[in-house]
């Protein structure tokens, strides 16, 4: 989810790669569940987390919404699936009664990077440090790479950058237009491909033929759409 705020209004001024140092590590949260509160649609899964997730719990994306765990929201134009905030608490459906994640090993990738986010430039990201989001008073140092804790962390970063850019691209190409059918068919394909049809063991390898599938699906119908447009059909 872009934030249209600048990054020296929200972060400590840096940039971080995965051997510097930050100030994110929150001691285990201490009974705290703030950021699982209270966070709209914000905590948005992306495909891997969304396949750690339904294989760690062996439940389908399907399930997980038709059981009001998760939900679908239209976000820069894309329609992706978020955790689903719900009660008096305005809580992650996934809290626990102790106030603790009930889904730790299989928690999306915002989550695992909180207080941290990712600043995407150039067709790249970087980490940056929210100021003022974290309940910790006094977090500690921990390196960027310990606190991200992911294994395969090379191609986890390509697959995060893949998707950044791609979603950029049908954010451009539905742009004005996101009520037609054309953003619903986009949307469709974007939501089965990625989401409901399931991954081959190499997840990663699996998500770029995806990747490339989609991509010449989607530039036959911009440039159909283009062509219709340009002759008075659309
Ligand atoms: S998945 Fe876990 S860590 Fe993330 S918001 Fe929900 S309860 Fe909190
Ligand atoms: S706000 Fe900070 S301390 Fe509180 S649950 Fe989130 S990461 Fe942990």
């Known amino acids: 989810m872009k934030r249209n705020v600048s990054l020296e209004e929200i972060s400590d001024g840096r940039l971080y790669g995965w051997n510097d140092m930050v100030k994110a590590d929150c001691h285990g949260c201490n009974g705290c569940h703030k950021c699982c509160t209270g966070m709209g649609n914000s905590v948005i899964l992306d495909p891997y987390d969304a396949k750690r997730l339904t294989e760690g719990l062996g439940v389908g994306l399907q399930q997980l919404l038709a059981e009001g765990k998760l939900e679908l929201q239209v976000v820069d134009g894309c ?15 996934f809290l626990d009664a102790d106030g603790r994640c009930g889904i730790q090993r ?3 990738g915002i989550c695992r990077l ?11 990201f970087r ?9 910790e008073k006094k977090p500690s140092k921990v390196k960027v790479e310990k606190w991200i ?3 395969e962390r090379g191609r986890h970063h390509d697959f995060l950058c893949n998707w950044h850019y791609l979603l950029n691209d ?9 009520d037609s059918e054309f953003a619903r068919k986009i949307n469709m394909v974007l939501l089965q491909l990625f ?5 081959e063991e190499d997840f990663y390898d699996d998500f770029s033929s995806r990747v490339d599938e989609f991509r010449e699906t989607f530039l036959t119908w911009t440039g159909d759409r283009r062509e219709n447009v340009r002759q008075g059909n659309d």
């Open 79 to 93: 329609i992706l699936p978020n955790m689903k905030m719900t009660g008096p608490e305005e809580a992650c459906a």
């Open 195 to 199: 989401y409901f049809m399931t991954y």
């Open 127 to 135: 980490y940056f440090l929210q100021v003022g989001e974290c309940a």
């Open 106 to 108: 299989y928690r999306p």
């Open 170 to 178: 049908v954010e451009e190409a539905v742009k004005g237009q996101e």
């Open 114 to 124: 909180f207080p941290l986010g990712r600043y995407y430039a150039d067709g790249d």
């Open 149 to 151: 804790d992911m294994a």
